[in-house]
Each structure stands twice: as C-alpha cells, then as structure tokens.
C-alpha cells in the first residue's frame, strides 16, 4: 500500500471526486455518474448502502470494508452532484456532538 494511501481521508477523497469530476466521462467513472444527474447518482449510493447492509449481516469482514469503501465514495458523489462539501456535514456532526443521539433525534420536525 503506497504511505499516502496510509493516511487517505474523507476530505482526501473528496478532492479526488472533485477534481476527477473535471475529467471527461471517456475516462472518469465520477464524471460519468454525474453526467447522469443526482437521481442516478442517489440511486447507486442506494444499491451501495444496500450492498453494505447484506455483507454486515453474511459476509466477512474485508467485505464490510470493501462494500463500506464503496458507500462512502458514492457519498461522496452524491454530495459533489448536490454541491454540499464534507466540510459541511461535518460541520453539521460537529453541532451535534454536544448532546446524545437521542436528544438529536427528539429535536428534528416530525413529518
């Protein structure tokens, strides 16, 4: 494994998506997703969250990794296709960080 893929971050990854988003769709998988519109890139974050799910429950744990790996870059995506960065959802956990998860949950709108 090469040392910077050591020390690989989400912001990392972020710039990644970002910069292979100026790519042409020829040859960049990101440019291609996005290329198709945020319904599309949604839709496989989706099957990827699924994917995840299955091999939590049945399979080992490189393949947690593996298909975890896969969600996040798809994330990622997603964010970079809507024009949020990292830097604000971070931002937005970073907010929540001072009360327990059930406090968090009570205070959000019922729909």
Known sequence: MPAEAKNFTLEDLAQRVKE???ASAEVSYTRKLLDKGVPHCAKKFGE?????VLAAVA???ERVISEAAD??????VVLEARGITVSE???ELAGRVGQSGLQEKAS???E
């Open 20 to 22: 292979r988003a100026k």
């Open 71 to 76: 969600v996040l870059y798809h994330l990622v």
């Open 108 to 110: 959000r709108p019922r």
């Open 89 to 91: 959802v971070q931002a």
């Open 59 to 61: 399979e080992d744990r």
């Open 48 to 52: 990827e969250a699924v994917e995840v």
